[in-house]
């Protein structure tokens, strides 16, 4: 088995700034810059054989390259149960049409479709327990959060490997739009 998701690689020239942000959260994993990312659909764990047919699927994706830009910061969860902290993603229709063609793919691919809605972000961070108020203090710190239009003009398929420092990202298969 091997966990695969797809994906848009957040610049250096983006996710670098990022890294002024990452603190002032006790305990939080922060991802390192070359790790962050916009998923498009994660795929969970699969069989050699399916990664192979999505490889397939997802090459046939066109649609020509846009602009997106990094907007306003959240988090995943409540009270001490909160996970994560973002940075958003500003609307895009490219965006969610590419989300959407991902989606299409991995159903062609045979995996089952995704039960949530898409809701583009950059992970910054994983927590755990975490004190509430810290968060809501971080969460207004850096709601202004706003990176300068980049453009997106490939996205790629990646592998996730769990160490003992957090999930490490392979780039198996990209994409160009």
Same mark, same amino acid.
Request: with cysteine; hydrophobic share 45%; proline share 6%.
């Given at each position: 088995?091997?966990?695969?998701?797809?994906?848009?690689?957040?610049?250096?020239?983006?996710?670098?700034?990022?890294?002024?942000?990452?603190?002032?959260?006790?305990?939080?994993?922060?991802?390192?810059?070359?790790?962050?990312?916009?998923?498009?659909?994660?795929?969970?764990?699969?069989?050699?054989?399916?990664?192979?047919?999505?490889?397939?699927?997802?090459?046939?994706?066109?649609?020509?390259?846009?602009?997106?830009?990094?907007?306003?910061?959240?988090?995943?969860?409540?009270? %001490?149960?909160?996970?994560?902290?973002?940075?958003?993603?500003?609307?895009?229709?490219?965006?969610?049409?590419?989300?959407?063609?991902?989606?299409? +793919?991995?159903?062609?691919?045979?995996?089952?479709?995704?039960?949530?809605?898409?809701?583009?972000?950059?992970?910054? +961070?994983?927590? %755990?327990?975490?004190?509430?108020?810290?968060?809501?203090?971080?969460?207004?710190?850096?709601?202004?959060?706003?990176?300068?239009?980049? +453009?997106?003009?490939?996205?790629?398929?990646?592998?996730?490997?769990?160490?003992?420092?957090?999930?490490?990202?392979?780039?198996?298969?990209?994409?160009?739009?």
């Amino acid at each position: 088995m091997i966990r695969l998701f797809a994906a848009i690689a957040v610049p250096e020239d983006i996710g670098q700034p990022l890294t002024s942000r990452m603190r002032g959260l006790d305990g939080a994993r922060w991802r390192p810059v070359e790790a962050l990312h916009i998923t498009l659909r994660f795929f969970g764990d699969v069989q050699p054989r399916v990664a192979e047919d999505l490889d397939i699927e997802l090459a046939t994706i066109a649609r020509p390259a846009f602009g997106l830009e990094l907007d306003g910061v959240g988090a995943f969860g409540e009270g %001490r149960d909160i996970h994560a902290v973002w940075a958003g993603v500003a609307r895009s229709e490219p965006l969610n049409s590419l989300a959407g063609k991902c989606e299409a +793919a991995a159903r062609r691919a045979g995996l089952k479709g995704e039960g949530r809605a898409y809701r583009p972000h950059v992970t910054m +961070a994983y927590l %755990r327990r975490p004190d509430p108020v810290a968060v809501a203090a971080w969460l207004e710190a850096n709601s202004l959060l706003r990176s300068p239009l980049f +453009a997106v003009d490939r996205f790629g398929l990646y592998s996730s490997h769990q160490t003992s420092e957090g999930s490490r990202y392979v780039l198996e298969a990209e994409y160009r739009l």
